[in-house]
């Protein structure tokens, strides 16, 4: 079946600027995870959704970050007046729930300008 | 807070030769599982193999394997018959599950390069 899917796949914007993220999970899949790359590092956690609720963001760097899934499926990241530190690829994941193996979209790569 | 490490930036092999790769953990939690992940240029992460440690036995996938060691919190990745396809950045993560987390705690990567 379909994989995690993640839209755009690059993202070029300017400092200041509002910019969405979208991740689309496998289908069936309860639980919605948001990890941040920078270049050179490993993904660090920022939230992750158990159905429609958020049930941990404390991995969200300040509050111009925020995230959505009003419909237990679809998420969407968004990001207010961006920095250039906000650079960086986001990555989505999606499982099971609990322990259940977390598959990773390919990512958005955002670059503020 | 769980940390994971992984001390080789990078590393090299010989095409169908074996390669480990190192990753050790700090924790306090009873209950966590381990991972590595490949991810290619392509960036897409994808599992290779999982540990729940609460189990002695190492994990195997095919080619890959692990070696877990609970006392001394290490976990490397042993590839056998390295193949062109393997070449790929190498993420160990862990989810320090007893306290409800489901959150991936990942090290810092290492690079690995498969010399044909």
């Known amino acids: 079946g379909a994989g995690v899917s993640q839209t755009p796949s690059n993202k070029v914007t300017e400092k200041g600027k509002y910019v969405e993220l979208r991740c689309d999970p496998i289908?069936?899949?309860?639980?919605l995870y948001w990890y941040r790359q920078s270049l050179g590092q490993g993904p660090e956690f920022l939230i992750y959704?158990?159905?429609?609720?958020?049930?941990?963001d404390s991995g969200l760097p300040n509050d111009r970050f925020f995230a959505v899934r009003p419909e237990g499926s679809v998420s969407t990241l968004k990001i207010q007046r961006t920095e250039r530190g906000d650079s960086a690829v986001y990555l989505c994941?999606?499982?099971?729930?609990?322990?259940?193996?977390?598959?990773f979209g390919p990512g958005t790569r955002l670059l503020v300008l | 807070a769980q940390t994971v490490t992984q001390s080789q930036p990078e590393m090299s092999v010989q095409e169908a030769e074996t390669v480990t790769l190192s990753c050790t953990y700090d924790?306090?939690?009873?209950?966590?599982?381990l991972f590595w992940y490949k991810q290619p240029p392509s960036r897409q992460m994808i599992l290779v193999i999982r540990?729940?440690?609460?189990?002695?036995q190492n994990a195997t996938e095919n080619r890959f394997s692990v070696n877990f060691q609970k006392a001394a919190k290490s976990f490397s990745l042993k590839i056998s018959d390295s193949q062109l396809g393997d070449a790929a950045m190498y993420f160990c993560?862990?989810?320090?599950?007893?306290?409800?987390?489901?959150?991936?705690?990942f090290g810092q990567g290492t690079r690995l390069t498969i010399n044909p």
């Open positions: 924790t306090s939690e009873s209950d966590y599982y």
């Open positions: 540990q729940e440690a609460y189990k002695q």
């Open positions: 994941a999606s499982s099971l729930g609990g322990v259940e193996t977390q598959y």
């Open positions: 289908s069936g899949h309860t639980a």
């Open positions: 993560a862990s989810i320090p599950y007893s306290q409800g987390a489901q959150k991936l705690v």
């Open positions: 959704f158990q159905g429609t609720g958020a049930a941990d």
